[in-house]
């Protein structure tokens, strides 16, 4: 749990029915009383994020790399045929990925059932409203699945859901892949103690850490993030033709061990 630091906005004046005035939209005061996932807010919460990540990164690893907007092809017959990383950290136990969110002064919940999945909601702290947000979680998981099919599988790849703005709160049981920047030095310790005790991910020297840079650059290639955001824009239109430039990036799975070490 975390403090907050931001002044609550003012909340705006409503007015009952039946005073001359219209019925207040309580859906757009949901929408405007939490964050909106703006690309502004989100490059403002990356550029924190990356922040909160060296200083926690660096005191554990001799080397660490943070490639920003790490945007890679995904498979054939995906609803969106980029994927986009806010960040990925290169460092001598891995890649470590991380979905970044801009939600500020508010309270992070889902709701669970035996029989759906599960559905995330965002509202202001000391207000009552929350709209629905798409499970980040799953987004970043997803897409970390499809990346480690086209890595070496002596390679490890990690993801976490970063809230980096202070007054935050986790309410309930949440994934332990979503972590505030309170999290991060633990983070930071967990993977350098992963990297010298389990075998099957080695630690990456030089040489290993240089080679996975290239693998990753190589996997984007050309694409952009304005690619990226153009794709998922078409998305929403019913027949929009898969972009020319992310099937020129499409890869096949790697085929075996890149003798990372």
Avoid at 44 to 62: D, K, M, R, S, V
Avoid at 77 to 88: C, H, K, L, N, Q
Avoid at 200 to 226: K, N
């Amino acid at each position: 749990m975390t403090t907050a630091l931001h002044k609550v906005p003012v909340r705006p004046v409503l007015t009952l029915p039946g005073q001359g005035h219209p019925k207040p939209d309580t859906a757009a005061l949901a929408r405007r009383v939490c964050a909106i996932d703006s690309e502004q807010a989100n490059t403002t919460a990356t550029a924190l994020g990356i922040q909160q990540l060296a200083a926690a990164f660096q005191p554990a690893f001799g080397r660490m790399h943070v490639l920003k907007d790490l945007v890679i092809p995904m498979y054939d017959g995906s609803a969106v045929p980029t994927a986009r990383f806010d960040v990925a950290l290169v460092c001598e136990a891995g890649v470590y990925l991380f979905e970044v969110k801009g939600w500020r002064n508010a309270v992070v919940y889902r709701k669970t059932s035996a029989h759906t999945v599960p559905r995330w909601f965002l509202r202001q702290r000391g207000n009552s409203l929350a709209r629905e947000v798409k499970d980040p979680a799953w987004q970043c998981g997803r897409k970390t699945t499809h990346l480690r099919s086209l890595v070496p599988p002596d390679l490890r790849v990690q993801y976490f859901v970063l809230l980096p703005f202070e007054g935050v709160e986790l309410e309930g049981v949440m994934p332990t892949a979503v972590i505030t920047p309170q999290d991060l030095p633990y983070i930071a310790r967990v993977a350098r103690n992963n990297g010298r005790t389990e075998q099957g991910y080695p630690m990456l020297d030089d040489a290993a850490i240089d080679r996975t840079l290239r693998l990753l650059s190589g996997l984007q290639g050309e694409l952009t993030v304005d690619d990226h955001l153009r794709n998922s824009r078409d998305r929403s239109e019913r027949g929009a033709p898969m972009p020319a430039r992310a099937h020129a990036q499409a890869r096949p799975t790697h085929p075996g061990l890149l003798k990372l070490q």
